[in-house]
Structure formats: structure tokens, C-alpha cells
């Protein structure tokens, strides 16, 4: 079955750089589906922060759209997530997931902490 | 943007009772392309419902989803012990695909 696993540091420091991988298994990420990083803070709702093509085409949050990348890696089936200058509120767990096929990664959170 | 408000934040009922969430939208979602979560405490979120109104795969028929356009509504018939959780309901038909805020479904 498809299965997502993200991957990256916990732990984060203020003005640094996120950086997030999420593995794909059981699927091609070169299938006709959208692949997604969503977050959630602490005690919060969902939001969604961006996606990507296998053809490399993608959206983002208008939000955080200057300070984020969404790349992928066709021969590691892989996506991956950079967020740049994260401050406190970036803190949270983040998801890969491709909606709204419904497979989500388990999430991992990452704290922005000095 | 299409922004999504659910309604109500929380909901308190007893188990075996009809629970009905709303989810609007400040514009038409193409295609009714509307999806509803469920989330528990840690836990990724589960989709139960894609394209309004379609069951994603091994969700009890106790779930349903209907409405078009811009107003739609998840109702579970009957309220299982496992169904205490947190509903998002999600846009997917353009991009931001935007969240709503989330509905607690909480025991009376």
C-alpha cells in the first residue's frame, strides 16, 4: 500500500532554514497526483503550505510563498520541503500527504527553538 | 483564496446520536472537489469523504457527505465511541487548497 515517511531534524534554530523529506513507497511519484506538506501547530488546525508535480509545477501558500520550496527527486521518489528565516511560529508538525487521494505521512514535528 | 468556515467549532452529543458539520465556502469549489478529515489526538489526519460526497476506501456508511457549491455538510447517523475526534473539511478544486478551521466532535 502507498506509505509516506517524512524525515529531518526535530530541532530548528530562529532565523535558520527547514528542511523536510518526505519518501514515497508504494507509489510513483511520477503518477498524476499533487504532493503536499501540510502543518499543524500545537494545539491548532491544518494548513496548507504548498505542492508540488512530478513535472516540477507548483503552488504555494501566498503566505509563506517567499520564504518556501517544494522540490522533488524522481530517482528517490522523494519530495522535499525548505523553509527559510523560521521563527517560533514555525513550529509545528508537519505532514506530506497526497490529497485527497488520503495518504498521509505520520508527521514530525519541529520545534524553532535556540 | 477560498476561505472555508465550519460550523459549529464544537459539537457536544451522545453516542447514538445524528451529528451534522458545516462547511461553507466564500466562493463555488470546482467541481465539488470538498474533502472531510478526521483527526484524533496525535494522529495524521484520515480522510472519510472526497468529492463531497464519495466514501473513501473502509469508512463506515454511517458517514456521509452532500452539497454543492459553496455549502456542505458531513453527518454521521449515529455516533460510535470512535467517532469523538476533531473534522476538517478541505478544497482541493484551486489552489491554496485551503482548510477549514475544524469541528470538535465532543462527548456530551
Known amino acids: 500500500q502507498v506509505q509516506l515517511q517524512e524525515s529531518g531534524p526535530g530541532l530548528v534554530k530562529p532565523s535558520g532554514t527547514l528542511s523536510l523529506t518526505c519518501v514515497v513507497s508504494g507509489d510513483s511519484i511520477s503518477s498524476s497526483k499533487w504532493w503536499t506538506w501540510i502543518r499543524q501547530p500545537p494545539g491548532k488546525g491544518l494548513e496548507w503550505i504548498g505542492e508540488?508535480?512530478?513535472?516540477?509545477?507548483?503552488n504555494y501558500n501566498a503566505s509563506l510563498k517567499s520564504r518556501v520550496t517544494i522540490s522533488v527527486d524522481k530517482s528517490k521518489n522523494q519530495f522535499s520541503l525548505r523553509l527559510t528565516s523560521v521563527s517560533a511560529t514555525d513550529t509545528a508538525v508537519y505532514y506530506c500527504a497526497d490529497p485527497p487521494a488520503g495518504h498521509w505521512g505520520q508527521g514530525t514535528l519541529v520545534t524553532v527553538s535556540s | 483564496e477560498i476561505v472555508l468556515t465550519q460550523s459549529p467549532g464544537t459539537l457536544s452529543l451522545s453516542p447514538g446520536e445524528r451529528a451534522t458539520l458545516s462547511c461553507r465556502a466564500s466562493q463555488s469549489v470546482s467541481s465539488n472537489y470538498l474533502a472531510w478529515y478526521q483527526q484524533k489526538p496525535g494522529q495524521a489526519p484520515r480522510i472519510l469523504i472526497y468529492?463531497?460526497?464519495s466514501r473513501a476506501t473502509g469508512i463506515p456508511d454511517r458517514f456521509s457527505g452532500s452539497g454543492s457549491g459553496t455549502d456542505f455538510t458531513l453527518t454521521i447517523s449515529r455516533l460510535e465511541p470512535e467517532d469523538f475526534a476533531v473534522y476538517y473539511c478541505q478544497q482541493y478544486g484551486s489552489s491554496p487548497r485551503t482548510f477549514g478551521q475544524g469541528t470538535k466532535v465532543e462527548i456530551k
Open positions: 468529492g463531497a460526497s
Open positions: 508540488i508535480y512530478h513535472s516540477g509545477s507548483t
